[in-house]
């Protein structure tokens, strides 16, 4: 019996990532939460022909406290998304305050659960996520995750257009560490596998172009938000990463995590000088396993890492600075 609480269900990226959840046929419950429509897309994801029974629910009579009972896995992709000319951080005022209370809930009625964030800015809020759970004395670090899995996705996709011909993204796989927001966001074309070859130029516009994906999105919605459907769809490969692991395989995705918590991550964040970052991280049963080892990186990207960290303290310390008001 396995179930996913998705919190924010009734957003451009809440309601496909339940599509996605409900299509795969991977949960034996999927339960919505919003403050608009969750009751509505419940009852229309229930006319699909897989085993999961949907329920939403509203803030009214515990709606929330419903959703999050019994989770094994929650997403939460709530909030407020980015118009032309914001940066993710300009989200954080409202944001921010709506996952500290997602969370001290999640505190109260699922710590044991597995948690996801993708509600922007991911580098402050995941930081707010576990504060609010070690506030509550249930901050259990293998099971929090910010999902930077969209930064991997383009890394990807970006590379196979940037070489052209009939490259398959899906057949690159390049690492990307740091955080989720602009030059916090550091993919490791160095490790590429297969390697990418592309002159000097090219690359430093393909790195430039996976940093900042989202106001590319951003710009071409025209005022209608930002990315949605390639979110939820990253949002889903690392919910499936998540059960795979659950369910015994061995299996690694990036994510931003609190790297004191994690076997492996002391040694990092004792080097970078951060305490959230993202790594490469291996999933189990009980969710991380350990933060894999950066390795070795190339002088450029030894340059954009420290422009990475420098942004990334800042963010970290904007989130630690809400939870101690
Ligand atoms: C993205 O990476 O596209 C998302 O984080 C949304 C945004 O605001 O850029």
Same mark, same amino acid.
């Given at each position: ?237 690392? %919910?499936? $990463?998540?059960?795979? @692991? =659950?369910?015994?395989?061995?299996? !690694?995705?990036?994510?931003? +995590?609190?790297?004191?918590? &994690? ?25 991380? %396993?350990? $933060?894999?080892?950066? @390795? =070795?990186?190339?002088?450029?990207? !030894?340059?954009?890492?420290? +422009?990475?960290?420098?942004? &990334? ?13």
């Amino acid at each position: 019996m396995v179930k996913i609480a998705l919190i924010g269900a009734a957003g451009q990226i809440g309601t496909p990532l339940s599509l996605l959840c409900k299509a795969s046929d991977l949960f034996d419950e999927i339960c919505l939460y919003d403050v608009v429509h969750a009751p509505g897309i419940a009852t229309d994801l229930m006319h699909i022909d897989t085993k999961a029974k949907v329920h939403g629910y509203l803030p009214d009579k515990s709606g929330l406290k419903k959703t999050l009972d019994g989770a094994d896995i929650v997403v939460v992709t709530a909030g407020i998304a980015r118009k032309p000319g914001m940066t993710r951080d300009d989200l954080f005022k409202t944001n921010a305050s709506l996952i500290r209370d997602i969370f001290n809930e999640i505190a109260a009625t699922c710590p044991q659960a597995m948690c996801c964030v993708v509600t922007n800015p991911v580098n402050s809020t995941l930081v707010i996520a576990a504060e609010a759970l070690k506030k509550a004395g249930v901050f259990e670090p293998t099971r929090l995750f910010g999902v930077t899995t969209l930064d991997v996705v383009r890394a990807s996709t970006f590379a196979a257009h940037a070489l052209g011909g009939n490259a398959d993204p899906r057949d690159f796989k390049v690492p990307v560490i740091g955080g989720h927001s602009g030059a916090t966001i550091l993919p490791l074309y160095s490790q590429a596998k297969p390697p990418v070859n592309l002159d000097d130029e090219t690359m430093a516009s393909v790195i430039n172009r996976v940093q900042f994906g989202g106001d590319e999105i951003v710009k071409s919605k025209q005022g209608a938000g930002s990315a949605t459907t390639c979110m939820a769809y990253a949002g889903f490969r690392f %919910v499936k $990463a998540i059960l795979e @692991g =659950k369910n015994g395989a061995t299996v !690694t995705e990036e994510a931003y +995590v609190y790297l004191p918590g &994690l076997p492996g991550g002391k040694e990092i964040a004792t080097e970078l000088g951060v305490d959230f970052f993202t790594v490469k991280v291996q999933l189990g049963q009980k969710g991380a %396993v350990r $933060a894999l080892p950066i @390795g =070795k990186i190339s002088e450029n990207e !030894t340059k954009l890492l420290h +422009v990475a960290i420098r942004e &990334l303290k800042t963010n970290i310390a904007t989130g630690l600075s809400l939870m101690s008001e």
